[in-house]
């Protein structure tokens, strides 16, 4: 092994293991002997700052700190210490901190950590709030929250009319916690059950419990209960169900930093079992984007393009009920009219405000079949209670 290779071998392991004094003493000492004695120092001091009375740091420090004080001198002696000895006693330690650097979790594709915050999501004042006083604000002053008697237990499901934020908002919920971020679909864990299911669950559980602080959004909450005959006939199924349950149980209490959300556009198909105390038996609605929220959107979806005498508040104003998705297809739209426009006429003309007039006699929000449902429900099946925030919003709107 050259010099260099030796070196890179313990950095490695000491950025594997930076609490390991042993090995930080290694390094330290095999950088003093090629005169990195800047570096050795940085070492050696957090090796002292971890075990302060250890006098081969002392010493060692002594000697560091001697060298700095000297031009620097032409090595004496050969060095003492037997590398291939050390090397084989980090050999184990160098193939983990690769696999951990570079290779995703194998078990849950698709896990991500946000950067995205609460204060990216445009306007909703009351959702933030809600989200602050019963997960966040608990979760960031547990003591706090104890001496109230106030627990996280269980998770929260987020509902509303596609398309208005749900998924958005869970993401900036893991970016607040600084936690990582695995979307999983219901539909896909009830279809697992045709193979191992009960096992792939335990692993997407373990894999969660891995990689604490960490939030499982389960989306398409609703998929459970609209297979609920097939759920019958199907004893496979039936266990993948008992085990998702068990898994949401054991979780529940947030004891191992795995954080659970839940999304639904049709929480009235949401299979009861899933509702119950400690799983997901709050509710937080998700209405579309309010006018700071279009705003926000609009802005977002214009940003890198050609524009000229845009009015954002009528804009705002003219797109009441418009779903995120349904803003950022207007906003295609007008583009798409100012292009055809500019290929037409041979001469390149910004998006204007009547591209938009044009395409907004044609783009209507997508919400309307959502809100139809949800007000029967809230009239008519509401009688736990379970959709007060709902019918306070039909009261308010006059919907
Ligand atoms: N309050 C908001 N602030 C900023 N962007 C939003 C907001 N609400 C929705 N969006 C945008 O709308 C898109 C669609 O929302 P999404 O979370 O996918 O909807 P859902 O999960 O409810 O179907 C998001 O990707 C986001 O770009
Ligand atoms: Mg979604």
């Not at 293991?17 to 003093?32: F, K, M, N, Y």
């Not at 896990?111 to 989200?131: F, I, N, S, W, Y």
């Not at 749900?166 to 919920?173: D, E, G, L, P």
């Not at 449902?373 to 509401?382: E, G, P, S």
Request: hydrophobic letters at 40%.
């Amino acid at each position: 092994m050259s010099d260099d290779a030796e070196l890179r071998a313990l950095r490695t392991a000491v950025g594997a293991q930076p609490d390991s004094v042993d090995l930080r003493l290694r390094l330290a000492t095999a950088l003093a002997s090629r005169d990195h004695h800047s570096e050795a120092l940085e070492h050696c001091t957090a090796a002292l700052g971890r075990d302060p009375g250890n006098s081969q740091a002392v010493t060692l420090l002594q000697q560091i700190s001697a060298a700095l004080a000297e031009p620097a001198k032409p090595k004496t002696g050969k060095q003492n210490f037997d590398w291939s000895a050390a090397e084989s006693e980090v050999s184990h330690l160098i193939e983990p901190a690769f696999v951990q650097d570079f290779e995703p979790d194998p078990v849950i594709e698709g896990a991500e950590r946000p950067t995205l915050r609460l204060a990216d999501v445009g306007g909703m004042a009351e959702v933030k709030q809600r989200l602050e006083l019963a997960l966040l604000g608990p979760l960031r002053n547990p003591e706090l929250a104890k001496a109230f008697g106030k627990s996280v237990r269980g998770g929260l499901l987020l509902y509303g009319p596609p398309g208005c934020g749900k998924t958005f908002i869970a993401r900036a919920v893991a970016g607040e916690l600084g936690a990582s971020f695995y979307a999983i679909g219901i539909a896909d864990v009830l279809d697992m059950w045709i193979g191992n299911s009960e096992r792939n669950l335990k692993e997407i559980f373990a894999a969660a419990r891995r990689n604490a602080p960490c939030v499982l959004f389960f989306d398409e909450m609703d998929a459970l209960g609209q297979k609920r005959s097939q759920l019958r006939n199907s004893s496979g199924m039936r266990n993948t169900v008992n085990q998702l349950l068990n898994e949401l149980d054991s979780v529940g209490n947030n004891n191992e930093g795995v954080f659970t959300l839940a999304a639904t556009n049709h929480p009235w198909d949401v299979d009861v079992a899933l509702r119950r105390p400690g799983r997901f038996d709050r509710m937080l609605l998700v209405l579309p984007p309010d006018p700071p929220a279009r705003e926000v959107i609009l802005r977002y979806h214009l940003k890198d393009r050609p524009l000229s005498g845009i009015n954002l508040d009528v804009l705002v104003r003219a797109t009441e009920d418009f779903s995120g998705a349904d803003l950022a297809h207007l906003c295609e739209s007008a583009t798409e009219q100012a292009m055809a426009d500019s290929i037409r006429t041979g001469t390149v003309r910004p998006i204007g405000m009547p591209d938009f007039t044009t395409v907004l006699r044609e783009v209507k929000p997508s919400t309307g079949p959502w809100f139809t449902t949800a007000r029967n429900v809230a009239m008519f099946a509401n009688s736990d209670g379970s959709y007060d925030d709902l019918l306070k919003y039909f009261k308010a709107s006059k919907k």
